[in-house]
């Protein structure tokens, strides 16, 4: 016997809640919003310098920011699952597979399973890959000089600590 198909209902969207303003007050907000005062244009515009940065310094290691992030994060952690590495360089699933796919390939991580359960498997850096980080990390730190040059010391710390705060 078929059971009759269920019809679903979209879920609507939650309505902002409704904001009483006086009339005319938008316009003042309209004329006085400049984009390139706002978080998310200043953000985008920090991020592509200090993504040319990387180019530039990094280029000869022929690595993307993201797998940089991930031989750092398996230099510090010797062996991590993917799923957890993942989570600790920020990364959405998709992203991280992609990531140590290309990493795989190029002989620089390496996949085993765990000792405590054979079904979950770890990556961990090949000893060319620990080569390869090692130098690369020298160049990393050269990025993020080049990239706060331009504020004293106190506030590139400052900063760093205030970006932290909106992870």
Same mark, same amino acid.
């Given at each position: 016997?078929?059971?009759?198909?269920?019809?679903r209902k979209p879920r609507?969207?939650?309505?902002?809640?409704?904001?009483?303003?006086?009339?005319?007050?938008?316009?003042?907000?309209?004329?006085?919003?400049r984009v390139e005062e706002q978080i998310g244009y200043v953000l985008r515009c920090v991020h592509q310098r200090a993504t040319e940065i990387?180019?530039?310094?990094?280029?000869?290691?022929?690595?993307?920011p993201t797998q940089f992030t991930v031989l750092a994060k398996l230099s510090d952690l010797g062996s991590v699952s993917q799923n957890q590495l993942g989570r600790l360089t920020a990364m959405d699933?998709?992203?991280t597979s992609g990531v140590v796919a290309r990493l795989l390939s190029r002989g620089f991580v390496a996949q085993s399973p765990a000792p405590?359960?054979?079904?979950?498997?770890?990556l961990s850096l090949t000893p060319v890959g620990k080569a390869a980080v090692a130098e690369?990390?020298?160049? =990393?730190? !050269?990025?993020?000089?080049?990239? *706060? /040059?331009? &504020? =004293?010391? !106190?506030?590139?710390?400052?900063? *760093? /600590?205030? &970006? =932290?705060?909106?992870?």
């Open positions: 016997m078929a059971v009759p198909k269920q019809s609507a969207e939650p309505k902002p809640p409704e904001v009483a303003t006086a009339p005319g007050a938008g316009d003042e907000a309209v004329r006085n919003y990387f180019n530039a310094t990094m280029g000869r290691h022929g690595v993307t699933p998709a992203t405590e359960d054979a079904r979950l498997v770890l690369m990390k020298v160049d =990393a730190a !050269e990025v993020s000089r080049r990239t *706060l /040059a331009p &504020l =004293a010391p !106190e506030e590139a710390s400052a900063l *760093l /600590a205030m &970006l =932290a705060k909106l992870k």
